[in-house]
């Protein structure tokens, strides 16, 4: 199923998968199964870059869908604390507009 919403729609998903599958896990348990997510991105990144190549019978990069995963697990952490991911964005986007409007020009 392909997703193209806002943050704010995709929240609401993911609460209501969520909510239909057992309810969210304790807070600690979310970071840590975000840094297993994490840990999975660059698994991939590694094999991808040539560092570390895949053990034998894993080929295919599985990249967007282990950071799928990841997101999907950041999710988690902001529904639980009641965090509007689409305005955070929003301000990460101003902060780095105008703190690092030159920076990389």
């Not at 193209?4 to 309810?23: A, T």
């Not at 979310?30 to 034998?56: D, F, H, Q, T």
């Not at 995963?69 to 780095?96: G, H, M, P, R, W």
């Amino acid at each position: 199923m392909v997703i193209k919403n806002s943050l704010k729609e995709i929240q609401e998903r993911v609460d209501k998968w969520i909510h239909d599958h057992g309810g969210y896990w304790p807070s600690l348990s979310m970071v840590c199964a975000i840094m297993e997510e994490l840990g999975e991105v660059a698994r991939e990144i590694n094999s991808l870059e040539g560092y570390k190549p895949k053990k034998s019978g894993l080929k295919d990069s599985k990249l967007g869908e282990e950071l799928a995963d990841l997101l999907f697990s950041i999710v988690c952490i902001a529904n639980q604390y009641n965090i509007d991911l689409d305005t955070e964005l929003s301000n990460v986007f101003d902060k780095y507009s105008e703190r690092d409007s030159t920076r990389f020009c």
